[in-house]
């Protein structure tokens, strides 16, 4: 009797924990806050094509719906900050919707990394703050010896930048990997806000 009411109760938890799966966010857009050009505070991010299938997130006037998928019971690793996940978009076509999630390009020649969506590829995970501004949480400091990996913290290193990613050059959002300067000299660092649709 115990024995079938543990394999019972076994399967109910897997049921479970196959019905709580991803959550998806409402729509909301992507806006600049923060720059110290004033002059792109307020724009938002549209999609532009970088290859097929592949967009990029690029500043302008046209503003783009974007969604976060986060898992059911997932948690924040940083207090105040919400809980991580696929920022991901629609690419549209005549008769389908793929969903995209975002990761990042990274070229060994360059510090400044390209958030692209692509189908189907390994995504980097963000959250959004009690202000709304996105962030990416990392355990990983390897500015102190030994490096440690204990405390999570929220990092802000979005900027603006030209970018050119196989012939195609747009002003893109970007993120900065590591805690220097940004050696692309179009950066222009920025505060990313969501804003529900
Ligand atoms: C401000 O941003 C605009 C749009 O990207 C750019 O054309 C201009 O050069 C920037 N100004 C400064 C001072 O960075
Ligand atoms: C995001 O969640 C929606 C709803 O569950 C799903 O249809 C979509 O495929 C997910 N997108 C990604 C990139 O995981």
Not at 178 to 189: A, D, F, I, L
């Amino acid at each position: 009797m115990h024995f079938v009411t543990a394999i019972l109760s076994g399967s109910a938890l897997l049921a479970g924990l196959a019905a709580a799966q991803t959550v998806q966010s409402k729509p909301f857009n992507l806006i600049v806050e923060n720059a110290q050009n004033k002059s792109i505070n307020g724009l938002g991010f549209a999609s532009c094509h970088e290859g097929a299938a592949i967009e990029s997130l690029c500043l302008g006037y046209d503003k783009a719906t974007f969604y976060l998928n986060t898992t059911q019971g997932g948690q924040s690793g940083v207090t105040g900050d919400g809980v991580p996940g696929v920022l991901n978009w629609n690419l549209k076509g005549s008769n389908f919707v793929e969903s995209e999630g975002m990761s990042f390009f990274v070229d060994p020649s360059t510090n400044v990394a390209l958030p692209l969506f692509e189908p189907a590829y390994q995504s980097q995970y963000v959250a959004f703050d009690g202000k709304d501004l996105m962030n990416i949480q990392s355990y990983l400091d390897d500015t102190k010896s030994p490096p440690n990996s204990e405390q999570a913290r929220a990092l802000y290193r979005w900027y603006v930048c030209n970018s050119n990613f196989e012939g195609y050059v747009y002003q893109t959002l970007n993120w900065v990997l590591g805690n220097g300067k940004p050696q692309n000299p179009s950066c222009q660092k920025v505060d990313i806000k969501r804003v529900f649709i």
